[in-house]
């Protein structure tokens, strides 16, 4: 937490392509667009007092899911919900959704099962699904675009952070990464945890109501879903706000401590790289914090957990362990790295 | 034009499992939208006098395109171009658009180019790349979607058709096929008409302008775009609107002409079955078509084309080829044929 601690880490591969698009697409613009590349979900003003947000994400067979691990309503779940979390983030209320399927062949049992998946996410966070492709392709992939809203003054952003926030999240970590681990090993399914991560990492929630609780409070500065792993999010939040970051304490999903420790893992791995937990990582104004953790419990019975504080840009992200401020590199998902 | 005629051909594969996620998504909806799954483009209602369209096309390698044919920088286009059209067949302006990316790598040259192109065509369509996601893949594939505005009042449907009404379109047929013809055969290159085929095939165009100019007309009952090939997408349009329909003429492009008489193939082929000449199909009411007709050719200096009219259902669907009346089969692309 001094300058004896690094600097935070480079961007991730992934990061450095999508700054590359947003430098080629930088001469496609519309005035009623307000906020494009580089976000949760994307807005513009289709009127005058409203904002609608747009997210699109993709998963592919192989590489964000295998028929082995999870069935295909459970990928329709996880694929809803995920794109939905991106929602969630930006404090606005789903409304409708898109799909783009491709499949081998018109595989009508795997078809259903995922759009029961879909329909039952879709459901659950209260928006149609309205449309989409279909599509033959060597391999499964879903291409999932949701649409919400959000009053102008609530749509909060990755950026806007300032040194000395409080940062938060709405939940434990690291028990889809668990999950994980039960579903590819059969010896792990009898213990007690079992249960609990599987649902974690095959039926993960939308924080859609704490986002908007969370982006209607002034405040909150900024917020984002932790959907790569807390060290990889939270490098991003630090970026959007050009700040750095003091972590103190991780929160550890009680499943994902059970499983790492039957299998002599670390737990804290689980939690700052595994990612697709779901939760929202807030920076709240340092004063404000008791309160609205306050009003958080009282509204959601769940506390809103403190993870550290936001710092100037040039002290790095860094983790207590062990009494100790290490730096904190990035340990999540990064689809191109070496 | 008789009952000899035999009733119009069942729906495609493609059609049918379309509609059996209709069904599964029902039960999904939202007090905003206004228009769900089955037509060119979904439609809500951000605001009270604003009508939002949303639109999902995908491409995938060895499916919707080859290497051997187009750069990835005409992918791009075509991709955003063909998303784009599905909103121009509801008369909606285009706004945004997001972009799911899989590749198998972080090909920096391929991720460029796709973006230039479809940064060319949002710039000449005038929407915003906004976002996406970016996904390692087995091949290459590509999930666009776009957002458009609409005045309550304009949306135009492919349902909404009366028998009696004339069908019409935009502009001449096939040169999209012959251009892939021409992409894949070296000896058709030196053609005088090969040049114009090859663009139509790998930039073709939105008809976003006449869309719009088309929808605000109350005389057009119904629209939407040619993209799986007029034999199919007519067939749509008609269930869609309960009607059939008697074709007289089917207006084939001076390129797919000369293509196909070089290669000995029948120009009306590529023009019914083609597809992705991406022209607007239109039913009009018929005592307005001349006065229509004679606006639109001011205002775009190009004919828009009568093809025939729409009849009773129970008509079915049929061409008048060499002075007799055939039934039309669907013969445009379908994913999931037998």
Do not use: K
Request: aromatic share 6%; glycine share 10%; net charge neutral.
């Amino acid at each position: 937490m001094t300058a004896a601690c690094l600097p935070s880490p480079p961007a991730l591969r992934e990061d450095a392509v999508v700054a590359a698009i947003a430098a080629l697409t930088a001469s496609t613009a519309h005035p009623r667009v307000v906020l494009g590349i580089g976000d949760d979900a994307a807005l513009w003003q289709p009127s005058r007092s409203h904002r609608s947000a747009i997210s699109s994400d993709a998963f592919v067979e192989g590489v964000h899911f295998a028929r082995a691990l999870m069935t295909f309503e459970d990928l329709g779940w996880r694929a809803m919900a995920a794109a939905v979390s991106d929602l969630a983030a930006m404090g606005a209320r789903p409304v409708l959704a898109t799909i783009a399927l491709g499949i081998p062949t018109a595989e009508h049992v795997a078809i259903e099962q995922l759009y029961r998946g879909l329909a039952a996410a879709a459901a659950a966070y209260g928006l149609a699904i309205v449309g989409g492709d279909l599509t033959r392709a060597p391999v499964v992939f879903l291409a999932v675009s949701v649409v919400g809203e959000v009053r102008s003054s609530n749509a909060t952003r990755r950026a806007g952070g300032h040194p000395g926030a409080v940062l938060a999240v709405t939940g434990p970590l690291g028990a889809a990464r668990a999950g994980l681990e039960v579903a590819g090993n059969a010896s792990l399914r009898e213990l007690p945890s079992a249960d609990a991560a599987l649902a974690a990492f095959r039926r993960p929630q939308a924080r859609c109501a704490e986002g908007r609780f969370l982006a209607a409070s002034r405040n909150v500065e900024a917020m984002m879903d932790v959907s790569d792993g807390l060290s990889t999010d939270l490098a991003r939040l630090c970026r959007a706000s050009d700040c750095g970051a003091a972590i103190e304490q991780v929160p550890v999903a009680p499943s994902a401590r059970a499983i790492a420790a039957a299998q002599g893992s670390d737990a804290d791995a689980f939690a700052l790289g595994g990612g697709e937990d779901f939760e929202l990582l807030v920076a709240v104004r340092p004063r404000a914090f008791d309160y609205l953790a306050g009003r958080f419990r009282a509204r959601f019975g769940r506390p809103l957990l403190r993870i550290g504080t936001l710092r100037a840009a040039a002290e790095g992200i860094t983790l207590l362990r062990d009494g100790r401020c290490e730096p904190l590199a990035a340990s999540g998902w990064d689809h191109f790295a070496p």
